[in-house]
């Protein structure tokens, strides 16, 4: 059986920063359970860099507006026949619902970023092996705590990350499904096209091509070139078929 790599490139600079986003929310979840100095600082790590991505333009008023047009999206299909508007108003009301979380929780990070504790991690972060213990005497007496109480700890760190992060993965996830995977084919390891109005690619690879795709684009026209993952082994076949989802 052939096992495909999905690919996703943002076609503006509000798209490639929600990406970034939900990377690090997804490396602070699967790191949230710290036993140890290695995943302490793992997750800290990410936190600090989540801290870095909200200082960046105005994202609470960025993802509050694309709620707000998500509803409208969603509103136009009440005149198509056939389709389930109870459901439609449904994730409406979810959408409408984030919305209002999101208005009125404090400013994204604000708990983490007042954190005693993370603020001195951050402050060592930048030097080489600046976390050691007799760098970071708290850290290492919180790692000797009992599981129980660093848990409750970070729980309570990612509580504060709930009204963005549940935001925010209802649009990504509406915007995902917006596009529908389409096979394409590549000439000499070569593809562009148009994406008007579009916000993010998606790109569907058989693994077993050995290749990655290298995006250039921006929100009306993007290029697509195919690389051997083995730069100096590897070829790209002539034609190289391949699905692509514009969203």
């Known amino acids: 059986m052939s096992t495909t790599v999905l690919f996703e490139y943002p076609l503006n600079e509000k798209m490639r920063t929600w990406l970034r986003i939900e990377f690090l929310i997804q490396q602070l979840e699967q790191s949230q359970t710290i036993t140890d100095h290695h995943g302490a600082l793992t997750f800290f790590r990410n936190a600090s860099e989540l801290l870095d991505v909200f200082e960046r333009g105005e994202l609470r008023t960025e993802i509050i507006k694309e709620l707000e047009k998500q509803q409208q999206k969603l ?123 579009a916000e993010l690619l998606r790109l569907q690879l058989a693994l077993e091509e050995s290749l990655y795709p290298q995006v250039s684009g921006h929100k009306s026209r993007f290029a697509i070139r195919f690389l051997p993952l083995d730069s100096e082994n590897g070829d790209v076949p002539a034609r190289l078929d391949f699905e692509l989802a514009c969203c």
């Open 75 to 197: 509103q136009a299909w009440a005149d198509v026949p056939g389709v389930d508007m109870e459901r439609v108003n449904a994730l409406r009301e979810h959408l409408k619902m984030r919305s209002t979380v999101l208005m009125a929780a404090p400013r994204m990070g604000q708990l983490l970023r007042d954190d005693r504790l993370i603020g001195l991690i951050r402050q060592r972060q930048s030097i080489p092996g600046g976390c050691c213990s007799f760098d970071l005497p708290t850290l290492h007496i919180w790692l000797h705590l009992e599981q129980g109480v660093r848990d409750a700890q970070v729980g309570i760190w990612m509580a504060s990350l709930s009204p963005i992060r549940e935001a925010l993965m209802l649009i990504l996830d509406l915007i995902r499904q917006s596009g529908n995977f389409r096979n394409q084919t590549s000439l000499n390891g070569f593809f562009q096209d148009n994406a008007e109005g």
